[in-house]
């Protein structure tokens, strides 16, 4: 976690005023300023258009009663883009202009869920949890299976 905020605190800020140095150098320094803030409110308006479409594909999801993981993940993407894009430097407006591509965000997904099956896998391949429990028989594991639903019929007789 040290490394992770060293990083993030430390490093990024150097490497994003060493860059504004090198373009400042060869467009000059009104433009990269100007250059910085155009990307910031593009990216304000990118992340405010994609942000309320993966909205709305969230409630249309839920609405007929899926879970919208893909959509999540789009909008998690939409809110981290815009936290870069608004943070002044180039190399933060980059990856948060890459996080607002589709494509790019898609194959992030992919990535990121071949992962978690990897690890779930895994996960099942060292046995079962000891707090698990574990049917005996046939028949027990055919209960567990079946949905527990009562139905019913109540009236009230006061």
Request: net charge neutral.
């Amino acid at each position: 976690m040290f490394r992770f905020l060293f990083v993030l605190f430390i490093i990024i800020p150097i490497i994003e005023i060493a860059l504004l140095i090198q373009v400042s150098d060869v467009i000059g320094g009104f433009a990269t300023i100007a250059l910085v803030v155009i990307t910031a409110i593009l990216g304000a308006k990118m992340v405010k258009t994609q942000g309320m479409g993966a909205l709305q594909n969230v409630q249309a999801q839920m609405a007929q009663g899926q879970m919208p993981a893909k959509e999540l993940f789009t909008g998690i993407c939409v809110v981290i883009a815009g936290v870069l894009l608004l943070t002044p430097g180039i190399m933060t407006d980059v990856f948060g202009l890459l996080l607002l591509t589709p494509a790019i965000r898609n194959k992030l997904a992919a990535g990121l869920a071949s992962q978690a099956i990897v690890r779930m896998s895994a996960g099942r391949q060292q046995g079962p949890s000891p707090f698990a429990q574990q049917p005996h028989s046939q028949r027990e594991q055919q209960q567990m299976d079946q949905p527990t639903t009562i139905d019913g019929e109540y009236e009230r007789k006061d």
